[in-house]
Nanobody
Framework: HVQLVESGGGSVQAGGSLRLSCVVS????????LGWFRQAPGEERDGVAA????????YYSDSVEGRFTLSLDHAKNTMYLQMNSLKPEDTAMYYC??????????????????????WGQGTQVTVSS
């Protein structure tokens, strides 16, 4: 059973930056897909970004491409989401997720569908204009 713990959320002004962290309990996770999702009040949960460390694949939603960057610190079992040029529409609860998928293609599908078994508790990001 994989446990995920997010941190790093907060309140910033538009144009600012935040870095979210997600500590992943299970290692090695080279066959896992690791992802970030967000959900604003009254809206559906959307995939933000995902990575399959085993193949070096990384996926981003169109709304964050070029502004958000995923990275992985193997020594700390931690995935990071660096968020730059934040906009008010980025305001949401952010969740990290993980599942053993076995391929980059399956990771992409999970990123688009939200089909992960393991989820963190979420961290709030608020961007003011």
């Amino acid at each position: 059973h994989v446990q995920l713990v997010e941190s790093g959320g907060g309140s910033v002004q538009a144009g600012g930056s935040l870095r979210l962290s997600c500590v992943v309990s299970e290692y090695p996770y080279m066959r896992h897909c690791l992802g970030w999702f967000r959900q604003a009040p009254g809206e559906e949960r959307d995939g933000v970004a995902a990575m399959w460390p085993g193949g070096g694949s990384t996926y981003y939603s169109d709304s964050v491409e070029g502004r958000f960057t995923l990275s992985l610190d193997h020594a700390k079992n931690t995935m990071y989401l660096q968020m730059n040029s934040l906009k008010p529409e980025d305001t949401a609860m952010y969740y990290c997720a993980a599942d053993r998928v076995g391929s980059g293609g399956n990771c992409y599908v999970a990123h688009k569908s939200g089909g992960f078994r393991y989820w963190g508790q979420g961290t709030q990001v608020t961007v003011s204009s």
